[in-house]
Nanobody, 121 residues
């Protein structure tokens, strides 16, 4: 069993910063990829930032230069530093891990519970 727990969301004013974190725990053999997504009632879930193990991080055009994704691999934790927040960044943010639970298992998707980020103008 694998669990992803997110923290760090909240209500901020435009221009301010927030840092999200997501920790995976449980039966983890290896991590293939990590990512952050966001979703609003008006839009489908969209990729904010993501990285395949050993690769470089990809960012949505709308957050480039403002958001930074990092990780602490020893703690199976991924972070999303969000600077210069805008009202259009308001959404529920979800972390996503693609990981294997054993050497025999294929990669599977796991999701955090979601954390609300609200940016007021």
């Amino acid at each position: 069993q694998v669990q992803l727990v997110e923290s760090g969301g909240g209500l901020v004013q435009a221009g301010q910063s927030l840092r999200l974190s997501c920790t995976a725990s449980g039966n983890i053999f290896s991590i293939t990829a990590m990512a952050w997504y966001r979703q609003t009632p008006e839009k489908e879930r969209e990729l904010v930032a993501g990285v395949i193990s050993g690769g470089s991080t990809t960012y949505a055009d709308s957050v480039k230069g403002r958001f930074t994704m990092s990780s602490d691999n020893a703690k199976n934790t991924v972070f999303l530093q969000m600077n210069g927040l805008k009202p259009e960044d308001t959404a529920v943010y979800y972390c996503n891990f693609i990981l294997r639970t054993s050497s025999r298992a294929g990669p599977e998707y796991y999701w955090g519970q979601g954390t609300q980020v609200t940016v007021s103008s």
